[in-house]
């Protein structure tokens, strides 16, 4: 065997992972609050619900409940190409790295830094996977905290995949991959903060500026 | 003769639920959408021929307002 094909293995699957995670934070960010929902659309007025549309527009050509499930289920698929792109680095050894490496950063002896940095996003995918196989045990807040933690992660794995990979950075397909991964994301994240129009977040919203008043008094 | 209801019904949380209205996604058989988002629910138990659909629907709850459980438990 060619004793390179494991270290092509490991950049191949690292820019999948990569590409894969930035799906996984779209569809997530696409189905979270109530992006897309019939009554969400509205300002303040309830709508007059058409039956036909009751499940409102779709998004990517699914439902959102499809959207929701192909956030869950690609996340795995993300995560069984980040362990052949870690094990064949590991096993590789080009750059030898030991198991440690691959959960506690900057310790590593190759590119202490940004090895660290996939360390790092490492430990907190692991955490959301974990606590989302447990949603269902634990109190929802923590739930959510650590869930949002993925918007810590993937910054990290951008940042893992451009300085990681200098020589493959060289190349302008590989810079284009991951300039359109930052656009996706930043996209999907601007349309997400975009405020529900919900009525009950309406009614939400007013209540607080309510109670705020009231202390001035 | 086989049987055609379990004895699992879905429970719904008011309190809890913020209209995200995926449940009615997954299980459109039993479940509505009121016209602010809301869920109505079909009485009675889940049929066999709907329960993956059900569990589903619980499952896809952002905020767990949704859970199946045994009809003499949600009774009360």
Request: glycine share 8%; aromatic share 8%; net charge positive.
């Amino acid at each position: 065997m060619d004793a390179q094909v494991l270290w092509y293995v490991s950049r191949a699957t690292g820019v999948v992972s990569l590409v894969l995670l930035t799906a996984v934070m779209v569809l997530g960010m696409a189905t979270s609050g109530r992006a897309g929902s019939p009554a969400a659309a509205t300002s303040g007025v309830a709508p007059a619900p058409a039956a036909p549309s009751r499940f409102g527009p779709s998004r990517f050509g699914l439902s959102r409940a499809g959207v929701h499930r192909l956030h869950r289920e690609m996340s795995l698929v993300a995560l069984v190409f980040l362990v052949v792109h870690i094990a064949s680095a590991l096993v590789d050894g080009y750059v030898g790295l030991n198991l440690l490496d691959v959960f506690v950063p900057f310790g590593a002896d190759y590119s202490p830094l940004w090895i660290g940095f996939g360390a790092v996003a490492v430990d907190l995918l692991l955490a959301v996977g974990v606590s989302s196989l447990l949603r269902s045990r634990i109190p929802r807040p923590v739930w959510r905290g650590i869930h949002l933690t993925a918007y810590a992660m993937w910054p990290l794995a951008v940042l893992h995949t451009a300085f990681t990979a200098g020589g493959d950075m060289a190349s302008l397909w590989m810079q284009l991959v991951v300039a359109a991964n930052v656009v996706a994301v930043v996209a999907a994240a601007l349309r997400w903060r975009r405020r529900d129009q919900h009525p009950d977040a309406l009614a939400r919203r007013a209540g607080d500026l309510r109670h705020l008043a009231g202390n001035v008094r | 003769m086989a049987r055609t209801a379990t004895d699992l019904t879905l429970q719904w949380n008011p309190i809890d639920c913020r209209a995200f209205g995926l449940c009615a996604e997954e299980l459109p058989e039993g479940i509505v959408l009121d016209e602010w988002g809301y869920p109505l629910l079909a009485a009675g138990p889940i049929p066999v021929r709907l329960l993956r659909r059900a569990r589903a629907a619980a499952a896809a709850c952002p905020v767990l307002a949704l859970k199946l459980v045994a009809r003499s438990r949600s009774a009360s």
